[in-house]
């Protein structure tokens, strides 16, 4: 079942990132650049999250940290540098 819902979580992660980057796309507004780029992160960090979860012999905990590091970073930098 704890694998149904985080697959369900990584694809639901990949709509909403091709769906800011539609966005984005259309409107050129750059802050909807720095949302997809973040969500992509995410939903790598689910598809992690459910091969770790999947295979239990191997321990990505610290892979898991990687992109979701790295989407929020990127998320921060848009929100405060978009500002201006």
Known sequence: MA????ALCALTSMTVAALLVR??????ARLLLWSALCFVFLALNN????VDFSLPMVDLSVW???????GLALLIYGLIWEVR
């Open 3 to 6: 694998r149904i819902v985080y």
């Open 23 to 28: 966005g984005f796309l259309r409107s050129r």
């Open 47 to 50: 598809v992690l999250l459910f």
């Open 64 to 70: 898991r940290a990687v992109p979701i590091i790295v």
